[in-house]
């Protein structure tokens, strides 16, 4: 019987775990995705600089109060502008910057296409 | 003919990323939001001294220049730019408020009985939030604030130059 409490108090601690863990991956995912704005070359997540220590608790707070990750983004470039996402926001302004490299890839598909045509004759 | 259009094609490619990375050289390396955020956010802060709660509300009310200091009493240049700050709170235009970041409350007040206080109201920041609601990236900062805006914001610690610049503000 003990042996049965025992192993019961544990399964129920472990699943308190995995609740928890939950919680922890979108809070790192969120701040692996948040620029450390003072220091050089660092996330958020990575950074120990107090700003950073702030702004992890603050990303956690929010996702205690219910902030879905899009909603904490919004929250943050509104106080600090795009530059604190490391992944920018698909807007008017970077138009440019997402379809570049699509266009860069189409254009060089169409390169390759004539040479290989170009061949066949 | 095809060959010629092709060099041509090539200059004018590398004379425009000379062009931009040109440009780039003269940016500042120090990054500064340039559209920031206009408002004062809202939150509710415990003040230093009367210990007691107080909205931002009930703070930014009146009709004059406020000035939110971001202070705490282990940064080294808030040390340096308190003079200046009490030379300001002599001011009759200009209310400071100070916020104190991420300090403990009897540092903080040894702090003020030593060098003085320039401020009507000092709230307090324990973890480093509230900062974060208002955009800031640490101690020193500065915020000018006329009717809920924020006119102009000062990273690092203020000078006898940039407090004249206050002053004309608040003429």
Sequence with gaps: MKFLNFFLFILIVFSFNLLKADEIKIQNKITKNLRCLICQGQSVYDSDSEFAISLKLVVKNKINEGFTEDQIYKFLTKKYGEWILYDPLFNKNTYFLWILPLLIFLFGGVIILKKLINIKK | ?171
């Design chain 2, 1 to 171: 003919m095809r060959n010629r259009i092709f060099y041509f094609l090539i200059v004018i490619f590398f004379i425009f990323i000379f062009v931009i990375f040109y440009k780039g050289l003269n940016n500042s390396s120090l990054y500064t939001p340039s559209k920031g955020i206009k408002n004062i956010p809202k939150f509710t802060s415990k003040t230093l001294i009367k210990k007691k709660s107080l909205n931002s509300k009930d703070i930014f009310n009146k009709n004059k220049f406020y000035l939110l200091n971001i202070w705490a009493s282990w940064c080294v240049p808030c040390r340096d730019e308190h003079s200046l700050l009490i030379d300001l709170s002599k001011s009759k235009r200009i209310e400071i408020i100070g916020l104190n970041y991420k300090d403990n409350s009897n540092n903080a007040e040894r702090f003020i009985n030593e060098l003085g206080n320039p401020y009507s109201i000092i709230l307090l920041d324990r973890k480093g939030t509230k900062a974060i609601e208002w955009g800031a990236f640490g101690v020193p900062e500065t915020f000018l604030i006329y009717e809920n805006k924020i006119i102009k914001r000062y990273i690092g610690p203020l000078n006898s130059k940039l407090v004249d610049e206050i002053k004309n503000y608040i003429k």
